[in-house]
DNA sequence: ACCGCTCCGAACCGTACCGTACGGTTCACC
DNA sequence: GGTGAACCGTACGGTACGGTTCGGAGCGGT
């Protein structure tokens, strides 16, 4: 493995890893692929056909395939971002609609294809060589959000506008009303319901749910 | 593939499948391999030599490698069994003190290592042979669950005790509420809380809230 | 014009595993 | 005691894929 073969261990959770332009189309290509095949259609031989590169670079930009596994986590990681939440809590209304975008967001992300087939990739790969895609995805993914969700939470809790004793128990109870069975089912390969697809809809009715129970 | 081959087409969601005696060591056997080595770990050359039975043996069963681990994700929905809720809804108490326990009893088999175990292999395989697997672990699992749950919530508004008008609702509030992101991060391989193992508390505290919103 | 660097394309090797074939053994039943 | 079915153990073919190596093209710098 070159220096430049990308390392969970040397990269940290909040540096985002930097992928040359050439590196990132490669990416790109990789995580289409996985997208609309599964882990089974990401080899190398192929990747290097669908991007117009050689075997060589992918080992030499990634070390092995398990690198290049964890590039993608990280470069699609990378490109999540949710909004931000300035000001956000200037009264009631205004603290209350960022939840529920903040809420809207999370579930346009869990349920997109892309983070789908990640999350699929990493899990499937959870009980062999030491986890450490399982890792990487609940570092850059979940914890991210969750650390997210709890400043925010606890912003509102401040202003007198929700009522807990744990921020933690509380995001918790947040994503379970809002995700409830439905990012198990979609792993599973269950085509998503028609009332599955308003985003908006789940997001409100989640946060009124919400707020009937931490509401202040 | 022979008559006795096991297809998922010819089996009935509702009518277990009948393993002889020694097909149910050997799926034991593959599912002990499949805890501890996910699916990697399950081949065909590895079962037959842990099982002390032949490879010609598993083909004749189970048809090809895909047979094989339908049946074992066949075998082990067959050995899963919730509480029955005979006379549950006698007073108040009795079918709170139910539903709660149908909660521990769904956090007991959804937290359990063979349930993460095999919803890991169903997922791993979800976008391949035509999701096979995954539409199995759904139907046998939890479509099972979700239905007796629906009876039971549907029993209690009947009698009065809870209020709500779509009992598929309620009953994916139920799950979110219980279940919150504990699944999805143990599917990735984090490992379990110590809060997180007490399941009675965590039913308690998941049925109180549910309360709380659909109690009439 | 020459050098050095990067990268592509292709050929190659070793390994792991699925699926099958075959000889030998046990066991139930007649 | 004979017979046939089921089964065990093993060896083998075919294949897919990870990882390595090599020749050569493009290209900027000196």
Redo the contacts with the bound molecule.
């Keep these: 493995m070159t220096a430049a073969a990308f390392d969970i261990a040397t990269s940290r959770p909040d540096a985002a890893p930097e992928f ?1 332009p ?1 590196q990132q189309v ?1 990416l790109q290509h990789a995580l289409t692929l996985l997208v609309d095949g599964g882990e ?7 990747l ?2 669908t ?11 990634f070390g ?3 690198g ?1 596994l964890a590039a993608v986590v990280a470069y699609q990681a990378s490109q999540v971002q949710f909004p931000s939440e300035a000001g956000a809590t200037a009264d009631a209304a205004t603290f209350r609609a960022h939840v529920t975008a903040f809420v809207e967001a999370l579930l346009e992300v869990l349920f997109s294809e892309t983070s789908l087939a990640l999350n699929r990739l990493s899990i499937g790969q959870s009980n062999t060589n030491s986890n450490r895609l399982g890792q990487l995805l609940l570092v850059r993914g979940k914890h991210m959000i969750s650390t997210r969700a709890r400043a925010m939470l606890d912003s509102g809790r401040r202003h007198g506008l929700l009522r807990f004793d744990d921020s933690n128990d509380a995001y918790q109870v947040l994503y379970g009303l809002a995700i409830r069975d439905v990012h198990i089912r979609l792993l599973l390969g269950e085509a998503a319901g028609t009332a599955e697809k308003d985003l908006n809809s789940q997001a409100r009715t989640a946060v009124d749910r919400f707020y009937r129970l931490f509401g202040a």
């Design positions: 040359s050439r490669v089974k259609a990401l080899t190398t031989a192929g290097a056909r991007a117009s590169c050689s075997k060589e670079s992918l080992y030499k930009w092995d395939r398990d290049l």
